[in-house]
């Protein structure tokens, strides 16, 4: 039988190195049966240890990942939660949702992302609860009568949606899977919301009915006042000044912005006609620019909030919708339908410096940090 033959090297205590390297030559059978030295077992526990320290190495990697920042956004005809990862510019997961999701908003810790279920030609009816973590529907809170849940907002611990078809703002509890308040506005297409920081004031863009409804809780919030608003033709886009102070909406046929007093809940100034079809209006979060998309003139026009003035009309990828800040004021996205892409803006040169490929129909967005 052949003989392997391997070489090793005897280290005599109390003698140099050079003088002690000898040279033998040992058979397989004897290597299988030599006793386990005290070196070979080091080798092998740091061999253990090696491996270990790799594994844990490579799960610390994995929870970074699900802990970076990720911008949400939301596929309407494929109908699932996309996340992207804004620096690698990728999708690196999806979840899939009920039909026609349209907006979406995230828990205080960002853990979990709650879906407004819009619907198709049958109206919709639910909200998806999705663990980020685990990319994972946990469950699908049916709104029973309420449909096409829309303009969805976290405000302390509880989700605000509108619903469309019934004309009213309503309440969800995620600790107890229930809408736990409802209240009306009387007014058609009730499409999307703002509420301030102390819960005590809701403006909701009344599509149909060329308003935007205020709701003012009285006493200990139990009744709620609602005074309408009469604004500019077919307000969809809304968005509340980072101070509190002013609602900003933005008119989808006549193209105006009426501006309201949170206050008085008083128009306080309109600016004439910028847009040939506005869908959303954001503010950046030092307050300073309002951004709106232009979809049929495939540009998101940068306001100076202080002087009302345009600043800058900004040319970017098809259809553009919803618009997401990031909240370090550096960079705005912009959901692109037509294009499947997601427009990245320079708030500082005010230009699209880049896109991400997300797939067709992307509109509303959220940030997790």
């Known amino acids: 039988m052949a003989e392997r033959l391997t070489r090793t090297f005897d280290y005599t205590h109390n003698e140099s190195l050079s003088a002690n390297i000898g040279t033998t030559y040992e058979s397989k059978d004897a290597i299988q049966n030599k006793p386990m ?14 491996f270990s320290l790799w594994l844990f190495c490579q799960a610390a990697s994995l929870h970074a990942e699900d802990h ?38 995230v828990s205080q810790d960002g853990k979990m992302a709650f879906v407004g279920n819009y619907g198709a030609q ?16 946990i469950r699908r809170h049916n709104l029973g009568a309420l449909r096409r849940p829309h303009g969805m907002v976290q ?23 229930s809408v736990d308040w409802i209240e009306g506005t009387g007014q058609d297409t009730t499409h999307m919301l703002v509420i ?52 900003w909406t933005s008119h989808s ?35 300073k620019l309002v951004f709106i998309s232009d979809a049929q003139a495939n540009e998101v ?14 040319p970017v990828c098809a259809q553009p919708l919803g618009i997401q800040m990031n909240p370090d004021n550096k960079l705005a996205y912009v959901a692109c339908g037509q294009a499947g892409q997601i427009g990245i803006i320079d708030l500082a040169t005010l230009s699209q410096t880049g896109t991400i490929d997300v797939g067709p129909g992307p509109d509303g967005m959220a940030w997790v940090q």
């Open 253 to 287: 046929v006549d193209g105006g912005i009426s501006i309201i007093d949170v206050e008085t809940k008083k128009v306080k100034e309109t600016i004439p006609s910028l847009t040939k079809h506005s869908n959303r209006l954001k503010f950046t979060p030092d307050g």
């Open 155 to 177: 405000s302390h611990g509880k989700i605000y949606f509108t619903a469309e078809v019934n004309k009213v703002v309503g309440r969800y509890d995620p600790g107890s899977d």
């Open 37 to 50: 030295t005290r070196n070979s077992s080091t080798a092998r526990i740091s061999l253990q240890f090696f």
């Open 196 to 247: 301030t920081a102390d819960q005590k004031k809701i403006f909701t863009s009344n599509i149909q009915s060329d308003t935007v409804s205020a709701l003012e809780a009285t006493g200990t919030g139990e009744s709620w006042h609602v005074t309408q608003i009469s604004v500019g033709k077919r307000p969809e886009a809304i968005d509340l000044s980072p101070d509190g102070k002013e609602v």
């Open 68 to 105: 970076k920042p990720a911008l949400l956004v939301l596929s309407k005809p494929a109908a699932k939660l996309l996340i992207v990862d804004p620096v690698a510019k990728k999708v690196i997961g999806e979840v899939p949702t009920g039909t026609g999701p349209h907006e979406l908003t």
């Open 301 to 314: 026009l940068a306001i100076e909030s202080s002087s009302r003035k345009l600043l800058k009309r900004i």
């Open 122 to 137: 049958v109206p919709g009816d639910s909200l998806s609860v999705i663990d980020l973590a685990a990319r994972k529907e």
